[in-house]
């Protein structure tokens, strides 16, 4: 299987995160004018940036969904940090895997928010046969779509994680004995077997943190890059050395990239309402949009991720499901064939607005 892949031509809605949140994707998916099998009367048809899954309600069905559409042929997906967890889970027996959001796919419950341990969130539990068709998709996804003009990839992709993506997928690295062993997984083993052989005689610690995420394109596609933080930090209980470098900022290459991971949200001038609390979580992570308009594409490139992965806090604090900024987003590409095509945001909350 190839990890970098050609888009659909023509016209095509790409949707940002999901993480579960089956309700926003349906609506947006109606909005959009798509039947339930994913078919549209003007042809168009719909790719998704990955991080299907995770802390929303129904990972189980829009997982369920999403492999329908692509096995149908009117839908591509690439892979996302989440998809890549949870293939490192061996199917759920792997578990000390378990992430923030993923205990569903184990069939267990879960507390999201670290500050109110008893409040358990609403999930969809997986069952073993569930596991087994989801470990099967995410095993099939590409890191990469593209054509002449856009660049679909989840989190980012640079030269040097293009060109060793590109040595992979032409058998140049890697060898093995069939295509059907080429995979995420084995890409992302056979990458960090290489890493750790670099690092092996360099006692830094940040040379080795840094070597070990953006060293290995498959990392580098899913979550991006890192850099060094200005001092340390704890995240999830780990002293955290490095942090997300925001590569959008100098990115001035050929393609438009349209990427997904880092959050946005809607303002409160459209409407939307100011969150009474914010998740400890969130709390002491930059912002990385905070000088940027909502609406604004970033150089050469676009994030559609705004944020909806958050409304289970929203819904635990009673807030309005989209009142908060979060929501689900779409990137309308209108155009014939492979040129580059008139654009237009679409949320699930109702919003429609023409990126400048």
Known sequence: MKLIQPLFSGSIDVIGDIHGELAALNRLIDQLGYTDEGEHPEGRRLVFIGDLVD???NSVGVVSWVQKLIQN???QCVAGNHEFNILRTNKGQQTSQMRHGNHWYFGSKEALDEDNPNYIHPQVQATIQD????????????LILEDENYRIVHACCNDESYQMLHDYDQFKVAPTENESERHILHAYHYF?????????HIKDKMTQALTRQNGNPVKLCTSGPEEPAQQPYYMKGKERITKRHHWWKSYNGQHQIIFGHYWRKLPASLGIGVERFTPRREQTAPDPFKETPYDKWLGRSMCIDYSVGGRYFDRQQRIEEGHSGKSLCALRITRAKHELGQHELW??????LTPN
């Open 55 to 57: 802390r929303g309600p």
């Open 192 to 200: 960090a077997q290489d890493v750790s052989q670099r690092i092996a």
């Open 73 to 75: 042929g009117v839908a």
């Open 131 to 142: 596991r087994a068709q989801i470990h099967e998709l995410f095993l099939s996804l590409p």
């Open 347 to 352: 949320f699930d909350t109702g919003q429609r």
